[in-house]
């Protein structure tokens, strides 16, 4: 059986080092359902004091929860006060598992004070096993490890001392714990156990026999076994009609015998077939054996088309694997040209791939042939990436324009930096700052980068030569511009429990007094969480930001009708003009108009893919 430490193993304040100059107010809470949201956990553990920060940990591509989160308190107490008596507390039907969070992994590493248990019986959860051993000492962590089918009866305990592991593995070793006796015992890793069992791990009885025969039966299966030695069990497995299922195993008395039966019978040929003969292993050792081998031989595939492989995407559907061929061909040798295809044959998925003898080759063909129009559309061409590689690219530029994320001053809404869910400080109520949690973003959205009020006097210079969104120019201007240097009037700036969508007439700089709405100077579209959109600033940004400016505004509209399509559909009207979006966004009744047409081409798309048999794709 692998044993394997604690998912996470902590330290509480006492424990703290000599190199943590402040008391430990952080934790870790684990064994999370996927639904669980920071606002959830929030309003679990504010109960027990303030919370400074909540971060719910997501895979970096599709922001699904990885199943634990790390709660900050403001005073280590209170942290204390939430471990004592929220631990294996029930949040969406799972108990959650929580510990001090230690973000140092070499005490988890080290197994120092770490116990394993095993033969435990399949009705003790994490909360029992915690209850036993709690009695010997201080635990850090304690797990139960699960599959889909529940306890696989084993588990670990981590206290913070070693002679409280020790006095736990004396007491508890041997006995009885739900009428199983378990054994207790220092955890070891892998590499432990094997060097502590040496040759003995090469040595073995049992024998595996594979491709027999339907007609063997068990006693001429013990015939074909008997030359090498003392056999305790030959034994074919056979199905409920009592046919043989084409393998067997044999026990032999000796190590000796076995050894001698495998070299000897593997490869040989019985009633015309060829037969495998080989160790008996458990199914986790199979597994793990076919996994390290199928990923050698995926790294020698790898390393061998390292630099000459080129993915082509954007390709005509009229493409087939010849003319892919041909058109990639001028520049140097191709050993495979392949378009990729719907099942059995069918329409081309736009994409393929193209494999050169020689770097070089790749490397021209890249340079010639990426952007070029073949038939009628422009190629992508860049060298092929495993998907480990491209979802790791993908991270560092997620991260990239994470580490820029803008926040609109004065606006009422929390922070997200590095994945985190930041808690305002205490002037606010709970019940308030839940309004104001952000939606979840599709995944061509990325967080806005912060804007700076500009000069008053450049700004509305800016305003009095531009064009409001809705074409209605303002009578205000002049009268803006005289006041330029008046002193700055404090904005106020409502956000409503949940996103809504209104037309306010807005200034960018706060240098201005506030006018009456009818002398506003510009007309600006205000989506909550986000700042005004004006059609000077669209026009001011890069072509790129624009579509990013437009679709963080949209989206948010898109998911009040359609929250689990609102990232497709944005994606799709993004392809749109950006007047057209601008007077959608201005416009709700436009807005709905092209939404209902999204909704249907994408539900015609579901049904087409039904029909052929294939699961349509899951809206983000």
């Not at 220092?186 to 060097?195: A, G, L, P, Q, V």
């Not at 809504?500 to 600006?524: L, V």
């Not at 950006?578 to 994408?602: C, I, W």
Request: with cysteine.
């Amino acid at each position: 059986m692998n044993a394997a430490p604690p998912a996470q193993t902590t330290a509480g304040p006492a424990a703290g080092s000599s190199s943590q100059p402040y008391p430990m107010a952080s934790l870790y809470v684990g064994d999370l359902h996927p639904d669980v949201t920071e606002a959830m956990l929030f309003e679990k553990f504010s109960s027990a004091g303030p919370v400074l920060s909540i971060r719910v940990c997501r895979d970096m591509i599709t922001r699904r929860s990885l199943g634990y989160a790390y709660v900050n308190f403001q005073q280590p107490s209170d942290a204390e006060r939430a471990l004592d008596t929220m631990n294996f507390d029930t949040i969406k039907g799972r108990p959650c598992r929580i510990m001090w969070s230690q973000r140092d992994p070499s005490l988890r590493k080290s197994g120092v004070g770490n116990v394993f248990i095993k033969n435990l019986d399949k009705g003790i959860d994490n909360k029992a096993l915690y209850d036993t051993f709690s009695a010997f000492g201080n635990i850090l962590s304690c797990k139960i490890v699960t599959d889909e089918n529940g306890s696989k009866g084993y588990g670990f305990v981590h206290f913070e001392t070693e002679e409280a592991a020790k006095i736990a593995i004396d007491k508890v070793n041997g006995m009885l714990l739900n009428d199983k006796k378990v054994f207790v015992g220092r955890f070891m890793s892998r590499k432990e156990r094997m060097e502590q069992m040496g040759d003995k791990v090469k040595k073995f009885t049992n024998v595996y026999v594979k491709n027999l025969s339907d007609e063997v039966t068990d006693k001429q299966f013990m015939e074909m076994f008997v030359k090498y030695g003392p056999v305790v069990s030959a034994k074919v497995m056979t199905a409920d009609d009592g046919k043989g299922k084409g393998f067997g195993f044999v026990s032999f008395e000796t190590a000796e015998a076995a050894e001698e039966c495998v070299n000897d019978m593997n490869g040989s040929e019985t009633l015309g077939r060829k037969l495998y003969v080989g160790r008996a292993q458990k199914k986790a050792e199979r597994q793990a054996e076919l996994r390290d081998r199928f990923e050698r031989l995926k790294l020698e595939r790898i390393n061998r088309y390292q630099g000459v492989n080129l993915y082509v995407k954007n390709l005509d559907d009229n493409i087939d694997d010849e003319r892919l061929r041909k058109e990639f061909s001028q520049y140097g040798n191709i050993t495979s040209a392949k378009v990729m295809r719907e099942e059995g044959g069918g329409a081309s998925k736009g994409f393929g791939f193209v494999c050169f003898s020689a770097p070089e080759e790749a490397t021209k063909a890249v340079t010639e042939m990426n952007g070029r129009i073949i038939v009628s559309k422009p190629l992508y061409v860049a060298l092929a990436q495993r998907k480990e590689d491209r979802k790791a690219h993908l991270a560092a530029q997620y991260m990239q324009k994470m580490s820029g994320i803008r926040i609109t001053p004065g606006a009422n809404y929390p922070m997200i930096q590095s994945g985190s869910y930041y808690i305002p400080t205490m002037q606010q109520q709970p019940r308030s700052y839940y309004g104001q949690i952000p939606q979840a973003r599709p995944r061509w959205t990325t967080p806005t980068q912060p804007r700076f009020n500009t000069p008053a006097g450049q700004q509305i210079r800016q305003q009095a030569s531009s064009r409001p969104i809705t074409g209605q120019p303002s009578a205000a201007q002049p009268r803006m511009a005289n006041q330029a240097a008046a002193p700055p009037r404090p904005q106020i700036q409502q956000v409503a429990p949940r996103p809504s969508y209104k037309y306010a007439a807005t200034s960018r700089t706060n240098a201005a007094p506030a006018q009456p709405a009818a002398a506003a100077p510009q007309q600006a579209v205000v989506v909550a969480g986000q700042e005004p959109l004006t059609a000077p600033m669209l026009a001011s940004a890069p072509p790129a930001e624009q579509k990013q400016m437009l679709g963080e505004r949209l989206f948010p509209m898109i998911a009040d009708m359609h929250p689990e399509l609102a990232g497709k559909i944005t994606g799709m009207l993004l392809e749109i003009d950006n007047a057209e979006l601008l007077h959608m966004l201005e416009s709700r009744e436009s807005l709905k108009a092209k939404v209902d047409e999204a909704v249907v081409v994408l539900q015609a798309h579901q049904a087409k893919e039904a029909a052929s048999g294939k699961p349509a794709a899951a809206a983000n």
